[in-house]
């Protein structure tokens, strides 16, 4: 079992920057964010591995946001720079500690928090 635990969020004017943090109670295989616009489906924002720190974005944030690990703390980053209004949704932190054909499976995620970007 692992718990999550995020911080970081708020309201930010378009072209601003946030950073969101997500402790885990343990290690893991890898662990990533994801977000949710109201009336969407939650979608993949970025991800990484722990043991390597090989990362993945999602092309919409590309040159835009950057995942980072802090191994002392066991805890991800996710630095959002250049935000825009289409941005806004909830993110919310996810932990794997495993993949099934090279897929991380995503059991465990965080309670979310808000991030809105105003005109």
């Known amino acids: 079992q692992v718990q999550l635990v995020e911080s970081g969020g708020g309201l930010v004017q378009a072209g601003g920057s946030l950073r969101l943090s997500c402790a885990a109670s343990?290690?893991?295989?890898?662990m990533g964010w994801f977000r949710q616009a109201s009336g969407q489906e939650r979608e993949f924002v970025a991800a990484?591995?722990?043991?390597?720190?090989?990362?993945l974005s999602a092309d919409s944030v590309k040159g835009r946001f950057t995942i980072s690990r802090d191994n002392a703390e066991n805890s991800v980053s996710l630095q959002m720079n250049s935000l825009k209004p289409e941005d806004t949704a909830v993110y919310s932190c996810a932990a794997a500690l495993g993949v099934i054909h090279g897929l991380p499976q995503w059991d465990y995620w965080g309670q979310g928090t808000q991030v809105t970007v105003s005109f």
């Open positions: 990484i591995r722990w043991s390597s720190g090989s990362t």
């Open positions: 343990g290690r893991t295989y890898a």
